[in-house]
T-cell receptor
Framework: AQSVAQPEDQVNVAEGNPLTVKCTYS??????LFWYVQYPNRGLQFLLKYITGDNLVKGSYGFEAEFNKSQTSFHLKKPSALVSDSALYFC??????????????FGRGTSLIVHP | SQTIHQWPATLVQPVGSPLSLECTVEGTSNPNLYWYRQAAGRGLQLLFYSVGIGQISSEVPQNLSASRPQDRQFILSSKKLLLSDSGFYLC?????????FGQGTRLTVV
């Protein structure tokens, strides 16, 4: 079984400050890890993914995430937050040994609020 | 490029009425297709997935059903809606390690 935990329901940060949205995962094999962003009443937009290779993954809108296998974490980061980054962020994991059907498991989501 | 269309964007339906939400994918063939429900603006619950025409797997027992009449078409249905069916429904397609989501349908059952 695979699972994802996003321990913070909400993260508040001032504009211009660095931000971190936390994610930890559990899979029986090796993970594929993803971050998505959702704006109000909209679908999910893909931000970035880790499949293999460099542990630091760079994605859309200046976001990056660091895969840490020993801590089973995949925290989302951005050096300087913008008010427009305020949204709901989802971490997702898939065990790549689970076969041909991609069924990601999503975390509960973290609401990021960036204050002017 | 691959795109996914989902409609309608919003829907208000009375209790006991039928439901049909449609999702179509362009620019790909034989995708894996998914229906998710997002309740209370937070977590995503996988409702159905399909790996091919006519192949539907249900993740949770419920008042809804899904069908895949064509390779790139995925339909979410109900014969009689319940108040508890209200929520935000998302269609998604995936192939390999890529997954993309539709814009969602806000369903309100009154």
């Amino acid at each position: 079984a695979q699972s994802v935990a996003q321990p913070e329901d909400q993260v508040n940060v001032a504009e211009g400050n660095p931000l971190t949205v936390k994610c930890t995962y559990s899979v029986s094999g090796n993970p594929y890890l993803f971050w998505y962003v959702q704006y109000p009443n909209r679908g999910l937009q893909f931000l970035l993914k880790y499949i293999t290779g460099d542990n630091l993954v760079k994605g859309s809108y200046g976001f990056e995430a660091e895969f840490n296998k020993s801590q089973t974490s995949f925290h989302l980061k951005k050096p300087s937050a913008l008010v427009s980054d305020s949204a709901l962020y989802f971490c997702a994991v898939r065990d790549y040994s689970s076969g041909g059907s991609y069924i990601p498991t999503f975390g509960r989501g973290t609401s990021l609020i960036v204050h002017p | 490029s691959q795109t996914i269309h989902q409609w309608p964007a919003t829907l208000v339906q009375p209790v006991g009425s039928p439901l049909s939400l449609e999702c179509t994918v362009e620019g790909t063939s034989n995708p894996n297709l998914y229906w998710y429900r997002q309740a209370a603006g937070r977590g995503l619950q996988l409702l159905f997935y399909s790996v091919g025409i006519g192949q539907i797997s249900s993740e949770v027992p419920q008042n809804l059903s899904a069908s895949r009449p064509q390779d790139r078409q995925f339909i979410l249905s109900s014969k009689k809606l319940l108040l508890s069916d209200s929520g935000f429904y998302l269609c998604a397609w995936a192939m390999g390690t890529e997954a993309f989501f539709g814009q969602g349908t806000r369903l309100t059952v009154v």
